[in-house]
Nanobody, 125 residues
Framework: QVQLVESGGGTVQAGGSLRLSCAASGDTRNRYCKGWFRQAPGKEREGVGY????????RYADSVKGRFTISQDKTTNTLYLQMNSLKTEDTAMYYC??????????????????WGQGTQVTISS
């Protein structure tokens, strides 16, 4: 059974940076598609981006492109989300996800995978 645990959330001022971590336990060898979502109160869940574990291919939502970076450490089975130039609209609960084995990596693929419990990010003005 795969489990994901996020950490690194907190409160920072606009313009600042945060790095979220997502530690995976269990057999994730076949879960090659991993990524991040976020959901703000009263808003729909948004796919932030994803990374493939084979070639490290990344894709990002337009709202975070150029500011956020997803990376992974295969040796520790940890996923990261580096967030720079943070804006108040980035305030949300952030979740990491690992898609099921097979298929093409996408936000849709992640939606049907395993999710963590989330970590809160609050950006103050």
């Amino acid at each position: 059974q795969v489990q994901l645990v996020e950490s690194g959330g907190g409160t920072v001022q606009a313009g600042g940076s945060l790095r979220l971590s997502c530690a995976a336990s269990g057999d994730t060898r076949n879960r090659y598609c991993k990524g991040w979502f976020r959901q703000a109160p009263g808003k729909e869940r948004e796919g932030v981006g994803y990374i493939t574990s084979d070639y490290g291919t990344t894709r990002y939502a337009d709202s975070v492109k150029g500011r956020f970076t997803i990376s992974q450490d295969k040796t520790t089975n940890t996923l990261y989300l580096q967030m720079n130039s943070l804006k108040t609209e980035d305030t949300a609960m952030y979740y990491c996800a690992a898609g099921p084995a097979g298929g093409v990596c996408s936000i849709g693929r992640l939606l049907i995978g395993v999710w963590g419990q989330g970590t809160q990010v609050t950006i103050s003005s």
